[in-house]
């Protein structure tokens, strides 16, 4: 079956460190994989993609890495800042590329 | 910068009572999608739709939901008897190509009494 899930419900960072949210996919036919920032009231906002052929994207800040053997997406935020405290979620195609799948969400801390 | 707009924000009904929320996606996307968020939990797929049809839609989209897109703009999710669970946030978003990225509108919540 696809599924997509988080490793952590809850992860708590100091002001400037790094953090790295891992999302595990079971769907081994996925090819595109997106990580989502939600905020609290909002919308879930884009971050960044990645597809399979793939295993390292860079953004602002932000970079995802996806192992494709273990079947394995994270996000590293580098030096974390408190606008940074939001939910993430990682997310990928199924279904022909009609729907996206969520992940259960890791909600970021971030502590001054 | 172009955006989703959903409305209403926030609406009470009655349980039993139908609800309509509104989507207006982005001009230029063809692609429209309904999710839906319970309170603290994840976002829910709900359906898909392209061309003026449903390309998908989970199980959670039983005969009590339908969309449309009655006017060229606006895409809409309705609820024909609202229960209790079906008080959650929902989120309307559209993407420009298939399997690309999906930009959410804020939602709206519904609170069914």
């Known amino acids: 079956g696809e599924s997509v899930g988080l490793h952590l419900p809850t992860l708590s960072v100091q002001e400037g460190d790094n953090s790295i949210i891992n999302c595990a996919y079971s769907?081994?036919?996925?090819?595109?994989f997106i990580w989502y920032k939600q905020e609290s009231g909002k919308g879930p906002q884009f971050i960044i993609d990645?597809?399979?052929?793939?295993d390292k994207r860079q953004g602002q800040r932000v970079t995802v890495l996806l192992n494709k053997t273990v079947k394995h997406l994270s996000l590293q935020i580098a030096a974390t800042q408190p606008g940074d405290s939001a939910v993430y979620f990682c997310?990928?195609?199924?279904?022909?590329?009609?729907?996206?799948?969520f992940g259960t969400g890791t909600q970021l801390k971030v502590e001054l | 910068e172009p955006e989703v707009t959903q409305t209403p924000s926030h609406q009470v009904t009655q349980m039993g009572q139908e609800v309509i929320l509104r989507c207006v996606p982005i001009?230029?996307?063809?692609?429209f999608y309904w999710y839906r968020q319970i309170l603290g939990q994840k976002v829910e797929f709900l359906v898909s739709?392209?061309?003026?049809?449903?390309?998908?839609k989970s199980e959670i989209f039983d005969d009590q939901f339908s969309v449309e897109r009655p006017d060229g703009s606006n895409f809409t999710l309705k609820i024909r008897s609202t229960k209790l669970e079906d008080s959650a946030m929902y989120f309307c978003?559209?993407?420009?190509?298939?399997?690309?990225?999906?930009?959410f509108g804020e939602g709206s919540r519904l609170t069914v009494l």
């Open positions: 978003a559209s993407s420009e190509a298939q399997a690309g990225e999906l930009f």
């Open positions: 769907n081994s036919a996925s090819d595109y």
């Open positions: 990645i597809r399979s052929n793939m």
């Open positions: 997310a990928e195609y199924t279904g022909g590329g009609n729907k996206l799948t």
């Open positions: 001009s230029n996307h063809l692609y």
């Open positions: 739709f392209y061309n003026n049809e449903i390309s998908e």
